[in-house]
Structures are given as structure tokens and as C-alpha cells.
């Protein structure tokens, strides 16, 4: 059972020999516990249920869906010990929030010219409707809130970890601001 939820410390990079300079975001994913286990048998899938803590106060809890039973007790505790250098993960996390945004930020319109009669206008989003349906089409590409959404990266490798500290390196972007929870499992 390869699974744990983590806080986003930050990015760095790592120099070696072999491999030269790479940039990794580092996760402190401090240790777990099984708070409940879900089976096939009782409730129709099987999972784990992992608490873990949020402040010395708080604890947050997230469940993994497994494929097949798992062999974790209530009580017994996740930590990053499971994993190893060289394992691909999979890291879900919520994505920074931006909010309310125009066309050209949000869906990467190309605004129109500068002459010719524009005077305010240069990053409008032009033209909403038509004439036949007669009002807004469901889904139209307008300006809105951007970001604050769940975001999956698949195939991280995990570059660096340190067992003393709780801190996983993983290579590339993972989403969310500095603090953030996210979660890590294994994409096996």
C-alpha cells in the first residue's frame, strides 16, 4: 500500500553527477494513520482511510481506493518509508486560486487589434451569441473564476527522500501554493 498525504514545502534543485541539475518539489509527508478500512465484502469496494495531521490541533482525512484487499490494520501508521527512489506516483492537489479573469488569461484569446476603430476594447471577448438560438449558449469560453480546481499529475518520479525529515523531492511541478495538502500514490 503505497499512499500519503503530504504538505508542499516548495521547489529546488538538485545537482548529481550522473543526472546533472533537476528540479523537484519537495512534499513533507509526515507519518499517517490507517483510520479506517474499507472491503469488498461489507461495502462493496475496497480502501483505506488515512488521517492525517493538518496543526497540532486539526487532522484532515483522505481515502484511497484500491484494487485489491489491503492488508492494513486500523491504527498502523503510513509513512514515507513505503516508497522508494525511482518510484512513479501519481500527486493530486488543488490548484492556486486566480480569480475572476478575462478571455485572454483564462482561455487564451488573442484580443483584437489596436486601430481601425478599437479604442477600450483591445481584450474583449467579441462576439457572445447569434442570431438564431438567441441567447448564451451553456459552456461558452467567457471570463470567470480561474483556478482553485483539482488537478492530477501523473507519472512523477520520486527523485529524493530523506526518512529523518518526512520529505519526499519529486521531480517537476505539483500543484497548489506553498502549504498546501496533496496527496501521493503509487502509479503501479
Same mark, same amino acid.
Given at each position: 500500500?503505497?499512499?500519503? =498525504?503530504?504538505?508542499?514545502?516548495?521547489?529546488?534543485?538538485?545537482?548529481?553527477?550522473?543526472?546533472?541539475?533537476?528540479?523537484?518539489?519537495?512534499?513533507?509527508?509526515?507519518?499517517? @494513520? &490507517?483510520?479506517?478500512?474499507? /472491503? #469488498?465484502?461489507?461495502?462493496? $469496494?475496497?480502501?483505506?482511510?488515512?488521517? $492525517?495531521?493538518?496543526?497540532? #490541533?486539526?487532522?484532515?482525512?483522505?481515502?484511497?481506493?484500491? !484494487?485489491?484487499?489491503?492488508?492494513? !490494520? =486500523?491504527? %498502523?501508521?503510513?509513512?514515507?518509508?513505503?516508497?522508494?527512489?525511482?518510484?512513479?506516483?501519481v500527486i493530486i492537489g488543488t490548484t492556486k486560486g486566480k480569480g475572476f479573469q478575462g478571455v485572454v488569461k483564462r482561455h487564451g484569446f488573442k484580443?483584437?487589434?489596436? /486601430? *481601425?476603430?478599437?479604442? *477600450?476594447? *483591445?481584450?474583449?471577448? +467579441?462576439?457572445?451569441?447569434?442570431?438564431?438560438?438567441?441567447? =448564451?449558449?451553456? +459552456?461558452?469560453?467567457?471570463?470567470?473564476?480561474?483556478?482553485? !480546481?483539482?488537478?492530477?499529475?501523473?507519472?512523477?518520479?520520486?527523485? $529524493?527522500?530523506?526518512?529523518?525529515?518526512?520529505?519526499?523531492?519529486?521531480?517537476? @511541478?505539483?500543484?497548489?501554493?506553498?502549504?498546501?495538502? =496533496?496527496? &501521493?500514490? %503509487?502509479? !503501479?
Amino acid at each position: 500500500m503505497k499512499c500519503i =498525504v503530504g504538505k508542499k514545502l516548495g521547489m529546488t534543485t538538485m545537482y548529481s553527477a550522473e543526472k546533472g541539475a533537476r528540479t523537484l518539489t519537495i512534499l513533507e509527508c509526515l507519518p499517517n @494513520a &490507517v483510520s479506517f478500512v474499507r /472491503t #469488498r465484502d461489507r461495502d462493496g $469496494y475496497v480502501a483505506v482511510q488515512l488521517s $492525517y495531521p493538518i496543526s497540532s #490541533r486539526k487532522q484532515g482525512k483522505k481515502e484511497f481506493r484500491m !484494487e485489491e484487499d489491503v492488508q492494513a !490494520e =486500523v491504527g %498502523s501508521e503510513v509513512t514515507v518509508a513505503n516508497f522508494s527512489e525511482g518510484d512513479k506516483v501519481v500527486i493530486i492537489g488543488t490548484t492556486k486560486g486566480k480569480g475572476f479573469q478575462g478571455v485572454v488569461k483564462r482561455h487564451g484569446f488573442k484580443g483584437s487589434d489596436q /486601430t *481601425h476603430g478599437h479604442k *477600450h476594447d *483591445h481584450r474583449a471577448p +467579441g462576439s457572445i451569441g447569434s442570431s438564431f438560438p438567441e441567447h =448564451v449558449v451553456k +459552456g461558452k469560453r467567457m471570463g470567470g473564476r480561474m483556478g482553485g !480546481e483539482r488537478c492530477t499529475i501523473k507519472g512523477s518520479k520520486i527523485e $529524493y527522500i530523506d526518512l529523518n525529515k518526512n520529505i519526499i523531492g519529486v521531480c517537476g @511541478a505539483v500543484p497548489g501554493s506553498i502549504g498546501s495538502i =496533496v496527496s &501521493v500514490r %503509487s502509479a !503501479e
